[in-house]
């Protein structure tokens, strides 16, 4: 959304290049695919889940479909991401 404020222009362009360089990372961690994807791509197998939050007993789950081509892949990316803490 440029507009004819330049700080405008610079948060704009900020955010575009953060979102840029979190699907590329999110890529590389995911696989070697992903790796080289584009970020349509990217967007397309790991960020638009097809699946349902559900709440059970105060905590949340995720239910992703059976035969979903991603979900390997997803989980990896997942796993990665939030993998168990570091003792201190």
Known sequence: MPSGQFNANAA???LW???YNLLRAAGALAS???AKATNATIRDHLIHVPGRIARSARRLALHLPQRWPWQHVWTHLFD????????A
């Open 12 to 14: 704009w362009l900020t």
């Open 32 to 34: 070697v695919f992903h």
């Open 80 to 87: 990665t991401v939030h993998g168990p803490p570091e003792p």
């Open 17 to 19: 290049a953060m979102t």
